[in-house]
């Protein structure tokens, strides 16, 4: 079976990189939000043989009285943890639905 560097770097983390949670560290201290106001929706390490970066998207859930919020999608490097591409959109949050009892 033939073991590229490019399978590799998509099954397991590097070596000598940062893990997950290092990641979403910084992709938070980024974008100023507090972990206890933010939600991860998607993190994935993903990579080829130039490099791997972490993919995350995150929501900040400190809506103000409008019910908007914000969305994050950012890039971190898996080997420095520097933060390599990052966008934010605004996005309404829709309030809690009642509940049936």
Same mark, same amino acid.
Request: aromatic share 8%; net charge positive; hydrophobic share 45%.
């Given at each position: %079976?033939?073991?590229? /560097?490019?399978?590799?770097?998509?099954?397991?983390?590097?070596?000598?990189?940062?893990? @997950?949670?290092?990641? %979403? $560290?910084? +992709?938070? =201290?980024? *974008?100023?939000?507090?972990?206890?106001?933010? $939600?991860?929706t998607h993190v994935l390490l993903s990579g080829d043989a130039l490099g791997a970066v972490y993919e995350l998207e995150f929501q900040n /859930?400190? *809506?103000? *009285? #409008? $019910? &908007?919020? %914000? =969305?994050? &999608? &950012?890039?971190?490097? +898996?080997?420095?943890? @520097?933060? $390599?591409?990052? %966008?934010?959109? #605004? @996005?309404?949050? #829709?309030? =809690? /639905?009642?509940?049936?009892?």
């Open positions: %079976m033939k073991n590229t /560097l490019a399978k590799q770097i998509h099954k397991t983390p590097p070596a000598t990189g940062i893990k @997950e949670a290092q990641a %979403m $560290r910084a +992709a938070l =201290a980024y *974008a100023g939000v507090a972990p206890e106001h933010a $939600r991860f /859930l400190l *809506a103000d *009285a #409008s $019910r &908007c919020g %914000m =969305a994050y &999608c &950012c890039y971190v490097d +898996a080997f420095t943890g @520097e933060v $390599r591409g990052f %966008m934010g959109i #605004s @996005e309404c949050i #829709s309030p =809690a /639905l009642p509940t049936i009892s």
